[in-house]
């Protein structure tokens, strides 16, 4: 099976401008969640998604959103972008909605803002 | 609020020595315990889970353990390779917050030849 795919890899923006990441989880896989990373934080949950439901949320100013498609893929939409949402954004799946299955990453895109 | 903690920071040891990495959380009301490594660059790969129910898990030359009531996991890392070098992240889920994972800070580990 394939793991889970984000794109871009990398991304340079500019502030003020808005920006799109994509997630394909693993297939059969209905959970998708993202996280972003960076040296001072650490790892920080944004959101979670589940048959196309956002289940909960980190967090994060309202200018982070995001969906889920009927196929599980997602997407995460970042607008106004500050200097500070200079990250690696990662995007994890898991089987099903419960807590039994481990999740698993993709390799993230590198957005970084100018 | 849950917290959690990995000691030490970073770590570096000679090929060929066993090593522990550890992980304490501050609430012991999690649902499982996951053990990831990251490589530079590079996103999270998946090693071993334990359930809440679960005392151990083992795969290959990793084995962790976790003892909920003391709010304490760890990694143990046999016959230690330089392909082992990465940093190594700990997370818990805890109940009632979906998917949602709380990370330690991680442990970079570096083993030299």
């Known amino acids: ?114 | 609020k849950q917290e959690v903690t990995q000691i030490p920071a970073a770590l570096s040891v000679p090929e060929g020595e066993n090593l522990v990495l550890n992980c304490s959380f501050t609430d012991s009301a999690i649902y499982n315990l996951q053990w990831f490594r990251q490589d530079p660059g590079k996103g999270l790969t998946s090693l071993l889970l334990i359930q809440s129910s679960q005392r151990e898990q083992t795969s290959g030359r990793l084995n962790a353990s976790l003892d909920k009531s003391s709010g304490r996991s760890t990694l143990y890392i046999a016959a230690s390779q330089p392909g082992d070098s990465a940093t190594y992240l700990c997370a818990v889920l805890i109940y009632n917050q979906g998917g949602k994972l709380i990370f330690g800070q991680g442990t970079e580990l570096s083993v030299k030849p």
């Open chain 1, 1 to 114: 099976k394939a793991g889970v795919t984000q794109t871009p890899r990398y991304l340079i923006k500019t502030r003020g401008q808005q920006v799109t990441l994509s997630c394909s989880p693993i297939s059969g896989h209905r959970s998708v969640s993202w996280y972003q990373q960076t040296p001072g934080q650490g790892l920080q949950f944004l959101f979670e998604y589940f048959s196309e439901t956002q289940r909960n949320k980190g967090n994060f100013p309202g200018r982070f959103s995001g969906r889920q498609f009927s196929n599980s893929r997602s997407e995460m939409n970042v607008s106004t972008l500050e200097l500070g949402d200079s990250a690696l954004y990662l995007c994890a799946s898991r089987e099903t909605g419960t807590g039994d299955q481990p999740q698993h990453f993709g390799d993230g895109t590198r957005l970084s803002i100018l």
